[in-house]
């Protein structure tokens, strides 16, 4: 063992509560964190030796890849970096846990007890089969995140083997009929389960994500001895070294249905009052013979410090340019039976985008999972809506969002973006892409007439 501070690198380009108290847990047990991202992070290559700045003795990977178009540069990142230095969470693990069908496929070639569950590349095949998951199943795209780009659809109808660019898989659903919907969220961290809580379904839904809005409850005390086991062999199995592993039970015992290698902390803590942070922390120092004092771990465990940690790198010199977005924009609206381009009108003042009842119904978005109030000028208290999963694609980005439907028919354009899409652009509501190619500018605006 050393006495020197271990230099902990945590590997994330994103400004994620659980990288902050990683980082802050770092310190709080003596040692030396490094936050590696874009604004500081650099790898060189010098008459063959290699070097790392900021210089670390061990990283802990929590890249996110679940919600970026592009996982396989990022994965290479975190691949050069781990070439080089000892790292948590490899790249090849975390690749397989990302994709939620080689999730499915590793467990069960390891005995694990998963979801029936049939990924195939053409539309025949995929819908040939689908019978056997009877009248209603399971249909995920096989990366996604809190939630997003997972469906519970109606077998009776076809559905595609694509959602947008992702590849999407249907799984068998499994429910107990004669209790609110839950699942069990497991954090285990080495060989260790730090904390477990059951997570209900919000009303009107059925998926459990607290990123949802999904209710949680401390299970570390009271969890069946079955689900425990299955969790920390899982972890084991997909050769993560921290991970959310998530199962829910049947009537013939437990079943995984994921396993989270950038699981986030606010439910859990929530439920347990236990933070994974400085177990991620300690587990990493200990990688490299670094020493910890296991009763720091506990007392720093019982908070959640996710405050800008004193290794954040100073902020660019001036905020990266937002891509611009027109007032009307040609998109891809995506459901679960088919992709439609259609044109779309940008509102800022609408919190969530909106489809036309038609337009939803033809590509197959939904089912419906609940229904909200959306405010109106002219209505008091607001109008009832139904609302749908829906990915809409915009140039190069698709974005899975909750979407209300109503009757757009008396309209100009089915779709309405909201700033659940709009907070990632900027507007320019003189860009249209619903005016004449000979009407517009190189940069998409409409050109003014000369008086």
Same mark, same amino acid.
């Given at each position: 063992?050393?006495?020197?501070?271990?230099?902990?690198?945590?590997?994330?380009?994103?400004?994620?509560?659980?990288?902050?108290?990683?980082?802050?847990?770092?310190?709080?047990?003596?040692?030396?964190?490094?936050?590696?991202?874009?604004?500081?992070?650099?790898?060189?290559?010098?008459?063959?030796?290699?070097?790392?700045?900021?210089?670390?003795?061990?990283?802990?990977?929590?890249?996110?890849?679940?919600?970026?178009?592009?996982?396989?540069?990022?994965?290479?990142?975190?691949?050069?970096?781990?070439?080089?230095?000892?790292?948590?969470?490899?790249?090849?693990?975390?690749?397989?846990?990302?994709?939620?069908?080689?999730?499915?496929?590793?467990?069960?070639?390891?005995?694990?007890?998963?979801?029936?569950?049939?990924?195939?590349?053409?539309?025949?095949?995929?819908?040939?089969?689908?019978?056997?998951?009877?009248?209603?199943?399971?249909?995920?795209?096989?990366?996604?995140?809190?939630?997003?780009?997972?469906?519970?659809?109606?077998?009776?109808?076809?559905?595609?083997?694509?959602?947008?660019?992702?590849?999407?898989?249907?799984?068998?659903?499994?429910?107990?009929?004669?209790?609110?919907?839950?699942?069990?969220?497991?954090?285990?961290?080495?060989?260790?389960?730090?904390?477990?809580?059951?997570?209900?379904?919000?009303?009107?839904?059925?998926?459990?994500?607290?990123?949802?809005?999904?209710?949680?409850?401390?299970?570390?005390?009271?969890?069946?001895?079955?689900?425990?086991?299955?969790?920390?062999?899982?972890?084991?199995?997909? *050769?993560?070294?921290?991970?959310? %592993? /998530? $199962? &829910?039970? #049947?009537?013939? +015992?437990?079943?995984?249905?994921?396993?989270?290698?950038?699981?986030?902390?606010?439910?859990?803590?929530?439920?347990?009052?236990?933070?994974?942070?400085?177990?991620?922390?300690?587990?990493?120092?200990?990688?490299?013979?670094?020493?910890?004092?296991?009763?720091?771990?506990?007392?720093?465990?019982?908070?959640?410090?996710?405050?800008?940690?004193?290794?954040?790198?100073?902020?660019?010199?001036?905020?990266?340019?937002?891509?611009?977005?027109?007032?009307?924009?040609?998109?891809?609206?995506?459901?679960?039976?088919?992709?439609?381009?259609?044109?779309?009108?940008?509102?800022?003042?609408?919190?969530?985008?909106?489809?036309?009842?038609?337009?939803?119904?033809?590509?197959?978005?939904?089912?419906?999972?609940?229904?909200?109030?959306?405010?109106?000028?002219?209505?008091?208290? *607001?109008?009832?809506?139904?609302? %749908? /999963? $829906? &990915?809409? #694609?915009?140039? +190069?980005?698709?974005?899975?969002?909750?979407?209300?439907?109503?009757?757009?028919?008396?309209?100009?354009?089915?779709?309405?973006?909201?700033?659940?899409?709009?907070?990632?652009?900027?507007?320019?509501?003189?860009?249209?892409?619903?005016?004449?190619?000979?009407?517009?500018?190189?940069?998409?605006?409409?050109?003014?007439?000369?008086?």
């Amino acid at each position: 063992m050393t006495t020197d501070p271990v230099r902990v690198g945590v590997l994330s380009l994103h400004n994620s509560k659980e990288t902050k108290a990683i980082c802050n847990a770092v310190e709080g047990l003596g040692h030396e964190p490094v936050w590696l991202r874009e604004e500081n992070a650099a790898i060189s290559v010098d008459d063959g030796d290699v070097s790392v700045e900021p210089a670390v003795d061990v990283i802990a990977n929590r890249l996110l890849l679940s919600n970026t178009d592009q996982p396989a540069e990022l994965l290479g990142l975190a691949a050069t970096f781990e070439r080089i230095r000892p790292m948590l969470n490899e790249p090849n693990a975390v690749l397989a846990s990302i994709h939620k069908f080689a999730t499915a496929a590793t467990l069960a070639d390891w005995n694990i007890r998963v979801p029936d569950a049939l990924l195939a590349l053409s539309n025949d095949r995929l819908n040939e089969d689908r019978e056997r998951f009877g009248d209603v199943g399971v249909y995920k795209t096989a990366i996604g995140t809190h939630g997003g780009g997972t469906w519970k659809v109606d077998l009776t109808e076809r559905v595609n083997p694509k959602v947008g660019n992702r590849q999407a898989f249907l799984q068998q659903l499994i429910d107990r009929d004669d209790e609110k919907h839950r699942d069990l969220r497991v954090y285990v961290v080495g060989d260790e389960i730090i904390g477990s809580m059951y997570r209900y379904a919000p009303e009107g839904d059925w998926r459990t994500n607290v990123a949802l809005g999904g209710a949680v409850e401390d299970a570390t005390d009271d969890m069946p001895e079955e689900a425990a086991d299955t969790a920390l062999y899982a972890a084991e199995v997909m *050769g993560l070294d921290y991970a959310g %592993v /998530d $199962l &829910v039970e #049947g009537y013939d +015992g437990w079943y995984v249905l994921e396993v989270n290698p950038t699981a986030g902390f606010k439910g859990l803590f929530e439920a347990t009052g236990t933070s994974p942070a400085p177990h991620i922390a300690k587990l990493a120092i200990e990688t490299v013979n670094g020493e910890v004092d296991d009763d720091d771990v506990e007392r720093i465990a019982g908070t959640l410090d996710d405050s800008r940690p004193s290794c954040a790198p100073k902020p660019k010199s001036r905020p990266s340019e937002q891509p611009v977005i027109g007032y009307i924009e040609e998109v891809v609206a995506t459901g679960t039976s088919g992709s439609v381009q259609a044109f779309a009108k940008s509102d800022t003042g609408a919190t969530r985008t909106s489809i036309d009842t038609s337009l939803a119904a033809e590509i197959g978005a939904g089912p419906i999972k609940s229904m909200t109030r959306v405010k109106s000028g002219s209505v008091k208290g *607001g109008k009832a809506r139904p609302v %749908v /999963d $829906l &990915v809409i #694609g915009i140039g +190069g980005n698709q974005h899975t969002v909750t979407a209300s439907v109503e009757d757009r028919g008396h309209m100009d354009y089915p779709l309405l973006l909201g700033r659940d899409i709009l907070s990632d652009y900027r507007v320019n509501v003189r860009k249209r892409a619903d005016t004449d190619e000979t009407e517009r500018g190189e940069s998409g605006e409409i050109l003014e007439e000369e008086e």
